[in-house]
């Protein structure tokens, strides 16, 4: 059974950082793609960053592109994302999921692209 946890959430001021933990179990991280979706209050869910595992081939939105890093733990079948820089308009629940192995410029963020769904963890920015 397919399952993604995630973890680390929580309230932070401006200018703060943050590391997102997403638990995967039920299948193997090594023939598979993994994302970060965040959806804020009255927003659609965006895509914020991916990555092809085989390759390590990363993708990030131009909104947290310089702030935030996606690395993976694949011995411990762990993805992560690194927030810096966190900035009021990041608050928002941040989803982990998972896809086919190959990802493109064009479909990245689609969250039709991805097959399986953690339940989020609650990201608040504020002073």
């Known amino acids: 059974q397919v399952q993604l946890v995630e973890s680390g959430g929580g309230l932070v001021q401006p200018g703060g950082s943050l590391r997102l933990s997403c638990a995967a179990s039920?299948?193997?991280?090594?023939?598979?793609?993994m994302a970060w979706f965040r959806q804020a209050p009255g927003k659609e869910r965006e895509g914020v960053s991916a990555?092809?595992?085989?390759?390590?081939?990363?993708y990030y939105a131009d909104s947290v592109k310089g702030r935030f890093t996606t690395s993976v733990d694949s011995a411990m079948n762990m993805v992560f994302l690194q927030m810096n820089s966190l900035k009021p308009e990041d608050t928002a629940i941040y989803y982990c999921a998972t896809g086919p192995p190959f990802l493109i410029d064009s479909n990245w963020s689609e969250r039709r692209v991805y097959d399986y769904w953690g339940q989020g963890t609650q990201v608040t920015v504020s002073s």
């Open positions: 039920g299948f193997s991280l090594g023939g598979r793609s």
């Open positions: 990555i092809t595992i085989h390759d390590g081939v990363t």
